[in-house]
């Protein structure tokens, strides 16, 4: 049988980059053939757990719910006694994954770790409109579930909506489709209702363009909030509209044209932080269904704290809408997943981007951007990509239809694979730092020590980062966010060096939670170590 390129032509620009891929950085390792389920959703626990999240009301998934464990979905238009998970737990370790109990629809919904651990989950669409779900994570062997609370719902039910831990533990919950507001978790005593933000209105176009905003927190304790092209900074306390940034050109850039954004690495005095966005679709291609209108490679990137400030542009190698932008241990940043042609939405993505590309913010513009080695599985629509504590980084899902389809040109995806980045590689292991000795609990500017042991001498500065576990859905990494920490020039000490370090000075440059500590030497990240940072 004879294959069409002009009916794939991914597949010929698959095999024209596997030609040259041994001289590109980066590799790709199947962990999985079968998750069960196509996250939708995706986060790390503390225990080197990943919870998978789909939606509820897509028929029949690839993993059975224990006996007896059924539910009743009179929204699902396959299933109405519905007896299969939508949601699982994957074990790290082992690779096992085991099924979770999820009640109502958590489609296009949001999340975020709070202080304890916990993971937070709210809204969705039909019965999980106003529903604030709860994972709390546990040893592998141990079997926790989600739990739907009852004494409490969301004020505004909330679809495609964005959630931030904000300095104090609490969480902001941000937009939605229809739901131009913000509210808390918990519920502030304060407050009555939900606060309108009408920026999200004034963005809002006659294809959106402003759900799932991008919204991060800043070293000053105000939030940016970047919606369609546009963005605010937001007083969460006073909750009102204190800064106008310039427009970002290059068109829409969230939902349902996304491309991506990050806030690149706090460090030195913790007072900078700069935020770049990448990609997205052209204005239009969601009205018009179109799935070969080539999507935008261009990115913004501005300092947030700045008193006056403004984009800096430039251009990725691909253009890239659905991607997701990883922020590593080393500071560089991920680009990974999507298409380079369409939109969001189902059957509106084509021509996928297969090659990964690394961001090297610390270099010259024009020079930033690193081609990496292409994977071999299209993860477009409803795909994401997570940091590991390994330094791997997780990608899981991709399906552009309404229920599971095998059969298509860009199946449903339940493989889940890693891509270790080029820091992994075996010339690199003599001097890939173990993290031999580090605190449980730091609090807010605490002085404390790591030890770590290296093969090869250390030369230079040992770093220490702290990584949170975001939570990815369509394109974004909701509170996602590396700190450097301040540190002393590592000194030999019976066999080990210590690295004294000091702690992030307060919860706005790093809320209170759980963060992956990595030991970075010369580039190159330890295994992380799992440290609570309290108040």
């Not at 790390?44 to 939606?55: A, G, H, M, P, S």
């Not at 919904?109 to 039909?126: H, K, M, P, R």
């Not at 042991?453 to 939570?471: E, M, Q, R, S, Y």
Request: hydrophobic content about 40%; aromatic content about 10%.
């Amino acid at each position: 049988m004879e294959t069409s390129f002009s009916s794939h032509p991914w597949l010929l620009i698959f095999i024209t980059l596997s030609t040259v891929h041994a001289q590109l950085p980066g590799s790709w390792e199947l962990l999985v053939s079968n998750a069960g389920v196509a996250s939708m959703h995706t986060a790390v626990t503390r225990f080197n757990t990943v919870v998978l999240l789909d939606r509820t009301n897509i028929g029949p998934s690839r993993k059975m719910l224990p006996k007896g464990h059924c539910r009743y979905d009179r929204h699902d238009d396959v299933l109405k006694k519905d007896c299969y998970a939508h949601s699982v737990v994957f074990d790290l370790q082992t690779n096992e994954i085991r099924p979770l109990m999820i009640l109502t629809d958590t489609w296009c919904s949001s999340g975020q770790f709070l202080s304890d651990g916990t993971l937070l989950q709210t809204g969705g669409d039909l019965d999980g409109f106003k529903k604030i779900r709860k994972f709390e994570p546990c040893e592998p062997d141990r079997f926790g579930d989600w739990v739907e609370l009852k004494d409490v719902e969301l004020i505004n039910g909330r679809w495609y909506a964005t959630n931030q831990i904000l300095p104090d533990g609490t969480v902001i919950i941000v937009g939605g489709r229809g739901t131009n507001t913000v509210e808390y978790y918990p519920p502030r005593k304060t407050q009555n209702g939900a606060v309108e933000l009408k920026f999200l209105a004034e963005v809002e176009d006659n294809q959106m363009d402003n759900l799932y905003p991008y919204v991060h927190l800043l070293p000053n304790s105000h939030l940016f909030i970047f919606a369609n092209n546009k963005a605010v900074m937001y007083d969460h306390e006073d909750n009102k509209v204190i800064h106008e940034y310039p427009e970002l050109s290059g068109g829409p850039r969230n939902y349902p044209s996304a491309g991506s954004s990050v806030m690149l690495a706090l460090d030195g005095d913790f007072k900078t932080a700069v935020i770049v966005i990448c990609g997205g679709a052209e204005y239009g291609a969601f009205i018009e269904r179109s799935t070969d209108t080539p999507a935008h490679g261009s990115c913004g990137r501005i300092i947030a704290t700045d008193q006056n400030p403004v984009w800096e542009m430039e251009d990725m190698p691909f253009g890239r809408v659905m991607g997701d932008m990883v922020m590593l241990p080393t500071g560089d940043v991920l680009i990974i997943n999507g298409a380079q042609s369409g939109t969001q939405g189902f059957e509106m993505g084509s021509n996928p981007c297969l090659n990964p590309v690394l961001y090297r913010p610390d270099q010259p513009i024009g020079l930033r951007f690193m081609t990496l080695n292409p994977g071999t599985v299209p993860r477009m629509y409803h795909s994401t990509a997570n940091l590991l504590p390994d330094g791997r980084v997780l990608l899981a899902g991709s399906n552009p239809h309404y229920l599971y389809n095998f059969a298509a040109e860009f199946p449903t995806e339940l493989r889940l694979e890693a891509f270790p980045p080029e820091y992994l590689s075996l010339d690199r292991a003599n001097i890939r730092p173990i993290i031999e000795g580090i605190p449980e609990t730091v609090s807010y500017g605490e002085a404390f020590d790591v030890f770590v042991t290296v093969p090869l001498p250390v030369v230079g500065v040992v770093g220490v980062n702290f990584g949170n576990a975001p939570f990815a859905t369509h394109s974004f990494s909701q509170g996602q966010r590396l700190v450097k920490l301040t540190v002393t020039p590592s000194v030999p000490v019976d066999g080990r060096y210590r690295i004294k370090c000091t702690a992030p000075p307060n919860g706005a440059v790093a809320p209170p939670g759980y963060y992956m500590a990595f030991a970075v030497n010369q580039g190159v990240p330890s295994v992380a170590r799992w440290v609570h940072l309290v108040p």
